[in-house]
C-alpha cells in the first residue's frame, strides 16, 4: 500500500528527564514503584462513567499474565465477537522492556480471564486499537520503532495477527482510527516523548493512500490535550475524541471533546464540560492516574468501558 506523507520528528536528548525515549521504544518511563492495571466502569453515557457496584477493580494485573513475567498491564481495547468480549491491551514484559499485546476474554465484559501473549514483535508494541471491519477484524497499535503507523489483520481471530502493511510514515503515539463520512480519519501524537502534538491524516480506503489533513497538525504545544486516550466514539450523533492531560504528569486523567467539524478541509472540536471524564482515584489501583478509555454500548441505555489506572508506591 502507499503511506502517507513522511513526518520528521525532533527526538529529545538522552537525559532529557521524565520523557526521554527510554530502551526498547517504549515512551513510558517505568520504575519499579509504578504499575499500571486494567479495571471495568459503567455509566449512562460514555461520558459519565465509574466502577459499577459488585466489581473489584482492577479486573486485571501484572499478576494475571501468565506466559511472560509482566511489570504491567495497560491501553485495553475491547470488541464484542458472538456472545463473548475480547480485550487487547499492552504487556509490558520486565525482561526486555518491550510491550506485546496480550489478550483476555469475559463472557458479560465485567470478569476477565488472561489467555495470552497473541502479538510480539522485535520492537516495542502498545495500545492496540482494534476494529471490525467488513466482516473482518483489524488492529493499529502503537509501533514506533519501525517508524510509521502499521496495520495488522486477524488471520485468526483472536489469537494470530498478520502485518498488511503501514498507513503513514513517522514516529506516531496512540494512533486512533475511525469511519466517518465515507473516509477513514487517523488521529496520532506526533510527539511521542512530549505528548502535545495531535496530527491527522485522512484516506478514502483503509490500506489507502493516505494523506496528512491541511489543518495538521491540529494541536500543538499542548501536552493537557493532544494525545489520544482512547477509542473514538459515536454517541447521540456526535462524535467524541478522548485525550490524555499530561499534566502535571504523564497519564494524569482523562478528557473529552466532542468533534464538531470533520472534513477534508476543516477540522475543530470543543472539550465537553464538567472536567475529566475519569481521572485519579486518591487511592489504590488508580490514585496516580488514569490515562485511557474504551466505551462500549450495552442494553437498556448503559455504557460500559475498560480503563486503565497507575499505582505509584
Request: charged share 25%; glycine share 10%; net charge neutral.
Amino acid at each position: 500500500m502507499t503511506r502517507g506523507q513522511s513526518d520528521k520528528r525532533t527526538e529529545p536528548a538522552s537525559g532529557a528527564g521524565r520523557d526521554a525515549r527510554p530502551s526498547g521504544g517504549n515512551d513510558r518511563i517505568q520504575t519499579s514503584s509504578e504499575t499500571w492495571s486494567i479495571g471495568i466502569y459503567a455509566g449512562e453515557s460514555p461520558l459519565r462513567l465509574s466502577a459499577p457496584v459488585g466489581i473489584q477493580n482492577p479486573v486485571l494485573t501484572r499478576e494475571d499474565v501468565t506466559d511472560v513475567t509482566a511489570s504491567f498491564v495497560a491501553d485495553p481495547f475491547v470488541i464484542r465477537k458472538g456472545d463473548r468480549w475480547y480485550m487487547f491491551f499492552e504487556v509490558l514484559d520486565a525482561e526486555t522492556s518491550k510491550g506485546a499485546i496480550g489478550l483476555a476474554v469475559s463472557q458479560d465484559g465485567l470478569q476477565w480471564a488472561y489467555r495470552q501473549i497473541v502479538l510480539q514483535e522485535a520492537y516495542h508494541l502498545s495500545y492496540p486499537y482494534v476494529f471490525e471491519w467488513r466482516g473482518d477484524h483489524y488492529m493499529v497499535p502503537e509501533t514506533l520503532e519501525p517508524r510509521c503507523v502499521r496495520l495488522y489483520k486477524a488471520s485468526l481471530f483472536p489469537i494470530r495477527w498478520t502485518c498488511i502493511g503501514a498507513l503513514v510514515d513517522g514516529r506516531s503515539a496512540d494512533p486512533s482510527i475511525v469511519r466517518l463520512h465515507g473516509f477513514w480519519w487517523l488521529f496520532t501524537c506526533g510527539t511521542p516523548y512530549r505528548h502535545d502534538t495531535l496530527r491527522l491524516y485522512f484516506a478514502e480506503t483503509l490500506e489507502g493512500f493516505w494523506r496528512e489533513h491541511p489543518r495538521s497538525p491540529v494541536i500543538s504545544g499542548d501536552l493537557r490535550r493532544a494525545r489520544p486516550a482512547g477509542r473514538l466514539t459515536h454517541w447521540g450523533g456526535k462524535l467524541f475524541r478522548f485525550a490524555q492531560d499530561c499534566h502535571p504528569r504523564y497519564g494524569t486523567s482523562v478528557r473529552a471533546f466532542e468533534i464538531t467539524e470533520l472534513s477534508r478541509t476543516a477540522y475543530r472540536e470543543a472539550e465537553v464540560p464538567g472536567g475529566p471524564v475519569i481521572g485519579p482515584g486518591g487511592s489504590g489501583w488508580n490514585r496516580a492516574g488514569m490515562h485511557h478509555l474504551d466505551p462500549w454500548p450495552v442494553q437498556y441505555g448503559r455504557w460500559l468501558a475498560c480503563v486503565d489506572g497507575l499505582q505509584v508506591d
